[in-house]
């Protein structure tokens, strides 16, 4: 048997070994994406396409890399730079090259089918083939993919409950989350002791005594001051007094966080003007004082 | 015949041309044939393997060799040495400034017959040999050298309208002194390409110039046998031509020559001005295929690659300033280019 038969066979028993792991390959690769389908719920038959192209992919490229003859030099050390000579000079006929061949062919002998075998990839693979395959059942039969579907659910729809809690009681749910709130020291049963009930609620109807129609004003504590005490604003995180003045003039506003205007406006058209101020005009009591203050004043500049 | 026991039925045949039958019992004892020319050589020469295995690798490729050393280091002698073991015929030319084109490659002379008639006849010079030892070539002017070029090349020579075929092998052996520059005239490139080698010849050490002391301070003479005969030196070149070389060595050959010569930022461009011609991607290929033979092995390696571009290009490269200011040998720079490739 010359040289190139036995390249020929040890090519054939190499190519065996390729196509084994490439194969490990194929089933590697469906396992994964199997899984992958098996939790999302699609068929695994798809699996076959993804693995059938890596396949593919990797025949092409392990095709161009395959070279026994580098292998075996790289392997056999007797064989290195000898047997691509002898390859390279196989048409060749004169007798170094003929010696060449004869010495080849000997140490040819000598090459083990084992050589070819990559134990390390192999054996990797084989045990990865083995615990996607063991994944792949278990994620299958213990229906793994329902009882995270059920955790997903429970998760969502308790998280769904708190929005539609929040977007139906809107103010309400606010203070009972403890914001500040001017309604936030309401409570039912201050509010039933009251004949008339003070005025400044925000919660309309609440109010009501226990007689009906006395609540809001009706009774005797009622009060035109309908804005109510003195309270605190929160502006950027910061609380302010503030005690809104309407007799003043001008319009008030409120709105929420959102633009929405929550309350209408509170347009004040009574203005008085100092003239009719009866709380400002200088009594004839007090000119003189203010006359000599201006003077002062005038002095000092 | 010292090595009578490995040539007895070469010998029979050894008045002919070189048969196929010889160059089988050739290529069997190839290794007992360099060892034993070795060890005759070694009778007289003491240590410069280097030298003698390169001398040796320019015979068997039928190519031309120039070595380069210090005066007393037996350049002239080794040659000699050679050439007796080889049983070929030896002449020698001592290059001087007064040495004529016609010194080296003979001239026509009138001679006088019986009938007392006058013609011209051919006389041959010593290029009419097999081995010439042109000593210390550099002392030769310009134009002796070149009566050297179309003997070297072509192997033939030239005078009037008469071309004079040179006999196989021949081969020229040339010695020059790299530090005695005054009234010399360095060969031209053209002229240095044709040597398939330079080979440097180095001192002994201690140990082998003790050898050479004893040796040539005794009342002993030493003396070489004849080895090889013709045949045998026509065989192994047939034989080196025939050595068997993968594509991959020959692509390494060759990148090997074509990084000598600069381009882009390759070392070449930072040490050489110019690089190799292809001749000496044939040399190279050539001289390894020889170092494979003599060393007994039916391919040629990388090694052999790597060890013959020392000789082979380091005539071949010439250094830019850059080089000769670091103070780089064209060795260096050729070990630098290996390490690139």
């Given at each position: 048997m010359?040289?190139?038969?036995?390249?020929k066979?040890?090519?054939?028993v190499?190519?065996?070994?390729?196509a084994?792991?490439?194969?490990?390959?194929?089933?590697?690769g469906?396992?994964i994406?199997a899984?992958?389908?098996?939790?999302?719920?699609?068929?695994m038959i798809?699996?076959?396409?993804?693995?059938?192209?890596y396949f593919?992919?990797q025949?092409?490229r392990e095709?161009?890399k395959i070279?026994i003859i580098?292998?075996?030099?790289?392997?056999?050390?007797?064989?290195?730079e000898?047997?691509?000579?002898?390859?390279?000079?196989?048409a060749?006929?004169?007798?170094?090259?003929?010696?060449?061949?004869n010495?080849?062919s000997?140490?040819l002998?000598?090459?083990?089918?084992?050589?070819?075998?990559?134990?390390?990839?192999?054996t990797?693979?084989?045990?990865?083939?083995?615990?996607?395959?063991?994944?792949?059942?278990?994620?299958?039969?213990?229906?793994?993919?329902?009882?995270?579907?059920?955790?997903?659910?429970e998760?969502?729809?308790?998280?769904?409950a708190v929005?539609?809690?929040k977007?139906r009681?809107?103010?309400?749910?606010?203070?009972?989350?403890g914001?500040?709130w001017?309604?936030s020291?309401?409570?039912?049963?201050?509010?039933?002791?009251?004949?008339?009930?003070?005025?400044?609620?925000s919660?309309?109807g609440?109010?009501q005594?226990?007689?009906p129609?006395?609540?809001?004003?009706?009774?005797?504590?009622s009060?035109?001051?309908?804005?109510g005490?003195a309270?605190?604003a929160?502006?950027?995180g910061?609380?302010i007094?503030?005690?809104?003045?309407?007799?003043?003039?001008g319009n008030i506003?409120?709105?929420?966080?959102d633009?929405?205007?929550?309350?209408n406006?509170?347009?004040?058209?009574n203005?008085e003007?100092a003239?009719?101020?009866?709380?400002c005009?200088?009594g004839?009591?007090?000119e003189?004082i203010?006359?000599?203050?201006?003077e002062?004043?005038?002095?000092?500049? | 015949?010292v090595?009578?026991?490995?040539?007895?039925?070469?010998?029979?045949?050894s008045?002919?041309d070189?048969?196929?039958?010889?160059l089988?019992?050739v290529?069997?004892k190839?290794?007992d044939?360099?060892?034993?020319?070795?060890?005759?050589v070694?009778r007289?020469?003491?240590?410069?393997?280097?030298?003698?295995?390169?001398?040796?690798?320019?015979i068997f490729?039928?190519?031309?060799a120039?070595?380069?050393?210090?005066?007393g280091?037996?350049?002239?002698?080794?040659?000699?040495a050679?050439?007796?073991?080889?049983?070929?015929k030896?002449?020698r030319?001592?290059c001087?400034?007064d040495?004529?084109?016609?010194?080296?490659?003979?001239?026509?002379?009138?001679?006088e017959?019986t009938?007392?008639?006058?013609?011209?006849?051919?006389?041959?010079?010593p290029?009419?040999?097999?081995?010439?030892?042109?000593d210390?070539?550099?002392?030769?002017?310009?134009?002796?050298q070149?009566?050297?070029?179309?003997?070297?090349?072509?192997?033939?020579?030239?005078?009037g309208?008469?071309?004079?075929k040179?006999?196989?092998?021949?081969?020229?052996?040339a010695?020059?002194n790299?530090?005695?520059?005054?009234g010399?005239?360095?060969l031209?490139?053209a002229?240095?390409?044709?040597?398939?080698?330079?080979?440097?010849?180095?001192?002994p050490?201690?140990?082998e110039?003790e050898?050479?002391?004893?040796?040539y301070?005794?009342?002993?003479?030493?003396m070489?046998?004849?080895m090889?005969?013709?045949?045998?030196v026509?065989?192994?070149?047939e034989?080196?031509?025939?050595?068997?070389?993968?594509?991959?060595?020959?692509?390494?050959?060759?990148?090997?020559?074509s990084?000598?010569?600069?381009?882009?930022?390759?070392?070449?461009s930072?040490?050489?001005?110019?690089?190799?011609?292809?001749?000496?991607?044939?040399?190279?290929?050539l001289?390894?295929?020889a170092?494979?033979?003599?060393?007994?092995?039916?391919?040629?390696?990388k090694?052999?690659?790597?060890?013959?571009s020392?000789?082979?290009?380091?005539?071949?490269?010439i250094?830019?300033?850059?080089?000769?200011?670091?103070g780089m040998s064209?060795?260096?720079?050729?070990?630098e280019?290996?390490?690139?490739?």
């Amino acid at each position: 048997m010359d040289v190139l038969d036995k390249l020929k066979e040890a090519k054939i028993v190499f190519l065996g070994l390729r196509a084994y792991k490439l194969l490990l390959d194929f089933i590697i690769g469906f396992l994964i994406v199997a899984v992958l389908l098996q939790l999302l719920g699609v068929s695994m038959i798809l699996a076959v396409a993804p693995a059938a192209l890596y396949f593919i992919v990797q025949l092409f490229r392990e095709g161009r890399k395959i070279n026994i003859i580098r292998h075996l030099e790289t392997s056999y050390g007797g064989l290195r730079e000898r047997l691509s000579t002898a390859y390279d000079n196989r048409a060749g006929s004169n007798l170094i090259v003929e010696d060449l061949m004869n010495d080849v062919s000997v140490r040819l002998e000598d090459v083990e089918t084992s050589s070819f075998v990559e134990s390390k990839a192999l054996t990797s693979r084989t045990v990865a083939t083995v615990v996607l395959t063991f994944i792949l059942l278990t994620v299958t039969v213990l229906n793994i993919r329902g009882l995270i579907l059920g955790v997903i659910n429970e998760n969502t729809d308790l998280s769904n409950a708190v929005n539609n809690a929040k977007e139906r009681y809107g103010n309400e749910f606010q203070a009972m989350m403890g914001q500040r709130w001017e309604g936030s020291n309401w409570s039912a049963e201050n509010e039933e002791e009251k004949l008339g009930a003070q005025p400044g609620g925000s919660r309309p109807g609440y109010g009501q005594g226990p007689i009906p129609g006395t609540g809001f004003g009706v009774g005797s504590e009622s009060s035109a001051d309908i804005y109510g005490k003195a309270s605190a604003a929160s502006i950027e995180g910061k609380n302010i007094d503030f005690q809104l003045h309407p007799e003043y003039g001008g319009n008030i506003e409120i709105r929420e966080s959102d633009g929405r205007v929550s309350a209408n406006d509170f347009a004040i058209t009574n203005v008085e003007s100092a003239d009719t101020c009866t709380d400002c005009a200088v009594g004839p009591e007090h000119e003189e004082i203010v006359r000599r203050y201006f003077e002062k004043i005038s002095e000092g500049v | 015949m010292v090595g009578g026991s490995i040539w007895d039925s070469v010998e029979k045949s050894s008045k002919g041309d070189v048969s196929e039958v010889d160059l089988k019992e050739v290529y069997s004892k190839m290794k007992d044939i360099y060892s034993s020319v070795r060890k005759e050589v070694a009778r007289v020469i003491i240590g410069q393997d280097d030298v003698m295995e390169q001398v040796l690798i320019a015979i068997f490729t039928e190519n031309h060799a120039l070595l380069e050393g210090f005066p007393g280091l037996g350049k002239t002698m080794i040659v000699r040495a050679l050439a007796s073991v080889m049983d070929l015929k030896f002449r020698r030319i001592q290059c001087t400034p007064d040495l004529m084109p016609s010194d080296v490659t003979g001239t026509y002379i009138v001679e006088e017959d019986t009938a007392g008639r006058k013609r011209f006849r051919f006389e041959e010079g010593p290029v009419f040999t097999n081995i010439l030892l042109a000593d210390e070539i550099n002392r030769a002017t310009p134009k002796s050298q070149s009566s050297l070029l179309e003997a070297m090349q072509e192997r033939q020579i030239t005078i009037g309208n008469t071309t004079h075929k040179l006999e196989r092998p021949f081969f020229v052996l040339a010695t020059q002194n790299p530090i005695e520059m005054e009234g010399t005239y360095p060969l031209p490139e053209a002229q240095v390409d044709r040597f398939l080698l330079k080979i440097k010849v180095g001192y002994p050490t201690i140990e082998e110039e003790e050898k050479v002391v004893e040796l040539y301070s005794s009342e002993f003479t030493p003396m070489v046998n004849r080895m090889l005969t013709k045949n045998h030196v026509l065989a192994v070149q047939e034989l080196t031509k025939k050595m068997p070389i993968s594509r991959d060595i020959i692509e390494y050959a060759l990148k090997i020559v074509s990084t000598t010569r600069p381009s882009g930022k390759n070392t070449a461009s930072h040490y050489l001005d110019y690089g190799a011609s292809p001749r000496a991607s044939i040399g190279i290929v050539l001289a390894s295929k020889a170092r494979a033979l003599i060393n007994g092995r039916n391919y040629v390696s990388k090694d052999d690659i790597k060890a013959m571009s020392y000789p082979v290009l380091r005539h071949r490269i010439i250094l830019n300033f850059e080089s000769e200011r670091k103070g780089m040998s064209t060795d260096d720079v050729i070990a630098e280019i290996l390490k690139e490739v």
